[in-house]
């Protein structure tokens, strides 16, 4: 969570997502919260589950396909077989080899196509094993991510709220008031940024008096 990208360009006409800002501004100055070694746990164990099993559709498909394939190797072997019982033929007998070999290959390759399915159908049986239990962490992650920003809020809140008293020919009367430029300098001021700030709006006299308000590096445009 880094508040560069909330921040990277301040200008008239800025959206900003303010309460994602204001949890960015805490993580940038170093703040934790009280959930997140269990939002560390969580999203380790999300990651130990299998991933949704694809369509088992093209495992049968194939099944079926390697099925049709033996029958026909199969009725082609018996009836060699039948014209070689009625006349014993040098030709015949190297038609009925050749067919012999493509059974056997006809055979091998139906048994890997319903092996393939049956560890297919293996999968997601465990798939919907998991699924309840990815359901669950999801929502606790989502209701730990929920409280983290709530407490990064709250902690970055009065340094945000010093911002905004200081803002130069500005006096909103809250963040949540403040227009997206006010807010964005406060943002910068209150956090930290490594990577300069692109201003697009007429705050400061120069870069120089921008750069120290800010106590951030900046290009001005």
């Known amino acids: 969570m880094r508040l560069y990208p909330h921040v990277a360009v301040v200008a008239p006409g800025l959206s900003l997502s303010r ?3 204001l949890a960015a501004a805490a993580r940038s100055i170093g703040v934790t919260t009280g959930v997140d070694e269990r939002i560390r746990a969580t999203e380790a164990e999300l990651r130990t589950l299998a991933e949704p099993v694809p369509s088992r559709a093209d495992a049968r498909r194939r099944v079926a396909e390697t099925a049709a394939d033996l029958d026909a190797e199969r009725e082609r ?3 060699i077989r039948g014209r070689l019982q009625e006349a014993d033929d040098g030709s015949l007998r190297d038609d009925y080899r ?3 070999g493509a059974l056997s290959e006809a055979e091998t390759e ?9 560890s297919a159908r293996e999968r997601a ?3 919907r094993d998991d699924r309840d239990r990815r359901l669950r962490l999801q929502d606790r992650l989502e209701n730990d991510r929920r409280a983290a920003r709530a407490e990064l809020v709250d902690a970055v809140g009065p340094a945000v709220r010093r911002a905004l008293g200081a803002l130069p020919s500005r006096t909103p009367a809250s963040f949540e008031a403040a227009d997206a430029v006010s807010a964005a300098l406060a943002l910068v001021r209150a956090g930290r940024v ?3 700030v692109t201003l697009a709006c007429r705050r400061f006299e120069g870069r120089d008096a921008a750069e120290r308000w800010l106590e951030a590096p900046v290009y001005r445009i």
Do not use: M, N
Not at 112 to 118: F, S
């Open 125 to 127: 049986r465990a798939a």
């Open 98 to 100: 050749s067919a012999l």
């Open 194 to 196: 490594e990577t300069p």
């Open 77 to 79: 072997v018996a009836t």
């Open 19 to 21: 309460r994602r800002a």
């Open 110 to 118: 139906h048994a890997a196509a319903t092996e393939a399915l049956e």
